[in-house]
């Protein structure tokens, strides 16, 4: 084991943590000011995790995909994701039910996209301030991905490269077309009202399935192009 490989676990567990009670905080918040006020009430406009804890998507399933690996359990890799305890909206609270369902399942993706870009906005600034800056930046985002032979990443640069990654997967992963995922509930809202029907019936055993081995494939085909991106930025900022 690479002497970083469990520091970094420790911060992609910690982000992940952070990152989905963002998330559902960002959906608590937009359904709050459109007009639906359950989940202030339930106290979910908060960034305290113990609100939001589900104890599979939040602990067991990204503990397996985070520090597996190190056990030789690598079934889950690239998976730097998971899901929170859904926040709980009643649509008849709303003005235009269709409109503002739409806005509440984007907050929370949106959420981890401005989480993402804060991120990268701290690596451009440190990678034009830090003494040596865009070297440390940059190979303290390649450790991120894999170690880096004799480099020690720097702890900020890390994190915010940590952040990107995760928060990037959670976008790609939570706009999959698979209840309960965000992505099913704008899909729900566009099609015709019998395929509505078939589509609530969809087990929620076959959604993990899909969410476990269709979902890793789909997050590195759209993770690899953005990674690509940013060293891209970094290199020419």
């Known amino acids: 084991m690479q ?6 676990a420790i911060f992609e567990f910690v982000l992940l943590l952070f990152s989905l009670s963002f998330h559902e905080c960002a959906h ?14 339930q106290g979910r406009i908060t960034l ?7 104890p599979i998507g939040t602990l067991l399933f990204p503990a397996i995909a985070i520090f597996g690996p190190m056990f030789g359990l690598g079934m889950l890799r690239g998976m730097l994701v998971g899901w929170a305890k859904p926040t709980p909206v009643i649509s008849r609270n709303f003005q235009k039910i269709r409109r503002d369902e739409n806005l509440v399942t984007l907050a929370g993706p949106g959420s981890n996209l401005l989480l993402a870009l804060v991120a990268f906005l701290v ?3 440190g ?3 830090f003494p040596n800056g865009r070297r440390v930046v940059l190979l303290s985002f390649i450790a991120a991905i894999q170690p880096v032979e004799g480099f020690t990443p720097h702890p900020l640069f890390l994190l915010c490269a940590l952040a990107i990654l995760i928060n990037v997967s959670l976008v790609v992963f939570n706009l999959l077309p698979i209840p309960p995922l965000d992505g099913s509930h704008l899909l729900r809202n566009i099609l015709p009202y019998n395929a509505v029907q078939v589509y609530d019936r969809i087990p929620i055993w076959i959604s993990y399935l899909l969410m476990i081995f269709c979902g890793g494939y789909i997050i ?9 991106m940013v060293l891209w930025a970094l290199m020419h900022a």
Do not use: C, K
């Open 3 to 8: 002497p970083n490989t469990f520091l970094i």
């Open 28 to 41: 608590a918040w937009m359904a709050s000011r459109l007009g639906d006020q359950t989940a202030r009430m």
């Open 48 to 54: 305290n995790p113990m609100y939001h804890i589900d």
């Open 123 to 125: 690596l451009i600034v």
């Open 127 to 129: 990678a034009e301030l």
């Open 220 to 228: 590195q085909a759209f993770l690899m192009p953005a990674i690509g």
